[in-house]
């Protein structure tokens, strides 16, 4: 398994922005898709976005796509998350997960790799 850390969470205001990264150690980073997670009170646990193992193919949930961006760095071990025109819907405990399955593979069981979670909190 892979070790993940996220960091970068915090408080703004609506239409703010923020970058979570998420530091990956342990076994090799780039042989895992990565994703991004997120679960509001009282809600499920979400995917909201997935970038491949080598970066070339990302996709991302219709309550995000156009105001989120996820990327990579290999040689970093490192996954990012660019978050712009925040919303208070937005708010949530933002999770980074690695999963060593096939591209298709969406559900929080597939990923077999967790970080401890980062707070994202938008005020209106």
């Known amino acids: 398994q892979v070790q993940l850390v996220e960091s970068g969470g915090g408080l703004v205001q609506a239409g703010g922005s923020l970058r979570l990264s998420c530091a990956a150690s342990?076994?090799?980073?780039?042989?895992?898709?990565m994703g991004w997670f997120r679960q509001a009170p009282g809600k499920e646990r979400e995917l909201i976005t997935l970038?491949?193992?080598?970066?070339?193919?990302?996709d991302y949930a219709d309550s995000v796509k156009g105001r989120f961006t996820i990327s990579r760095d290999n040689a970093k071990n490192t996954v990012y998350l660019q978050m712009n025109s925040l919303k208070p819907e937005d708010t949530a405990i933002y999770y980074c997960?690695?999963?060593?399955?096939?591209?298709?593979?969406?559900?929080?069981?597939?990923?077999?790799?967790w970080g401890q979670g980062t707070q994202v909190t938008v005020s209106s």
């Open positions: 997960a690695a999963s060593s399955g096939s591209w298709s593979s969406r559900l929080a069981q597939d990923f077999g790799s």
């Open positions: 970038i491949s193992w080598s970066g070339g193919r990302t």
């Open positions: 342990g076994r090799t980073f780039s042989g895992y898709h």
